[in-house]
Each structure stands twice: as C-alpha cells, then as structure tokens.
C-alpha cells in the first residue's frame, strides 16, 4: 500500500523557534507538495517540488522554507514559528498527472 | 486570480435523501478531483475527472465534471450516517498543482 508518512502527528512550539516538519513517501513519485489547512480557508499550497533538490513557491511561502536532498523526503522548515503559523500541515506526493496522496497530517501550535 | 467555490459550505441531510454539492471554478481545466476527509484524517481521494462530461460513480457518490461550465458536481443518493464528512474538490493548475476548494461539511442525520 502506498505511504506518505509526516513524522509528527502533533506539534507543540515556541515563538520563534526553528520547526522541522519531515514527510516521507514510498512510492517514488517525483513531485511532493507542503499544504496547510485552516477552517473557512481550504488548503492552501505553501511550496512543492518536481525533483531532487528543486523547489518552486507556492501561493502563500512566506515565512516557510524546504528541502529536498533525496526524492522521497521533503521537508518543510518554519524559520521563526509564530503564532500564526499554529496549522494543519498536510504533504502530498504524486505522479505527473495523477491525484495526490496524501500524509496524516501534522497539528502544529506555535505558542 | 483562480477560485475554486464550493456550495453549501455547511450540509446537514436526513438519511435517505439525495442532495448536491457543487463546485465552481473560474480557470480553464480539463481535470478536477474529489477528495473526502474524515474529522482528524487526513485527505482520501474519491474521483479523478479528466475531462469534460466525465461521470465517475463510486457506491451513493457520483460526481461529474462540464468543463465548459467550469462546474463539477458530487451527487449524494440515499445519504448514510458513513458518508458525513468534509468534501473538497481541486482543480489541477499547470505542473500539476492542486487549487482546492473550502469544502462542504457533510452530516448526515437518521
């Protein structure tokens, strides 16, 4: 069964601390996509990446950063949490063309 | 400024009864997708529709895509309680980026 797997389920930071969120698949699907979830706002896209050390911003990048040194991890690095950054944070991968699959998610406060 | 409207926002049924969620978008797209999320789950997909009049049909589910209309549909026939949910569609952007919508949450009441 294909996986994508976010390391944390749940989160608890400081302001201003540096926040790793790691995420993982096992299917070798060349694009991986960081999303956040909020109620009334849908998800929104924050960066994603077509291959290996590639990165593009996506519609709301700031104050978030990534990394991709091996195709099946894509990591998403909140500079300097704050407040509002406390989010559902969602990773997807996919095949060209094909729908996302999707990680469990990770609920990060930032307090 | 692409948008990608859902409605109803909020969709409280008896079982039983047939409903409609609709979902708008203002971008050209041959491809749009359905997903379903259960309270703290994450996102399942449902249909990929992939290009205009596609009918897909999963059990009571069925959703359809008029590209033309920029509007899919996701049709309920005879609700259950397992269908209560948050449903969301996404339209696929160039290189593959997924727009989604705000989503419908669904209950479904006996």
């Known amino acids: 069964d294909v996986k994508v797997t976010q390391s944390s389920r749940y989160l608890v930071k400081r302001t201003g601390e540096k926040v790793f969120l790691e995420c993982v698949q096992d299917?070798?699907?060349?694009?991986m996509f960081w999303y956040r979830q909020d109620p009334g706002l849908g998800l929104r896209l924050i960066y994603f990446?077509?291959?290996?050390?590639?990165?593009e911003k996506g519609d709301i990048p700031e104050g978030y950063s990534v990394s991709r040194e091996k195709k099946e991890r894509f990591s998403l690095i909140l500079e300097s949490a704050s407040t509002n950054q406390t989010s559902m944070y969602l990773c997807?991968?996919?095949?060209?063309?094909?729908?996302?699959?999707f990680g469990s998610g990770t609920r990060l406060t930032v307090v | 400024e692409l948008k990608v409207e859902q409605n109803p926002l909020f969709l409280s049924m008896q079982e039983g009864k047939n409903y409609t969620i609709y979902c708008n978008y203002s971008?050209?797209?041959?491809?749009l997708y359905w997903y379903r999320q259960d309270p703290g789950k994450s996102l399942e997909s449902l249909f990929v529709?992939?290009?205009?009049?596609a009918v897909k049909q999963e059990g009571r589910l069925m959703a359809s895509l008029d590209t033309k209309a920029r509007l899919s549909t996701l049709h309920i026939t005879a609700a259950v309680h397992d269908l209560s949910a948050t449903y969301f569609c996404?339209?696929?952007?160039?290189?593959?980026?997924?727009?989604f919508g705000t989503g419908t949450s669904l209950t479904v009441i006996p």
């Open positions: 299917m070798d699907h060349e694009n």
């Open positions: 529709l992939l290009s205009n009049g």
């Open positions: 997807a991968s996919s095949l060209w063309g094909k729908s996302y699959t």
């Open positions: 990446s077509y291959d290996v050390k590639m990165k």
């Open positions: 971008t050209t797209s041959d491809r």
């Open positions: 996404a339209v696929d952007r160039p290189r593959n980026q997924f727009y």
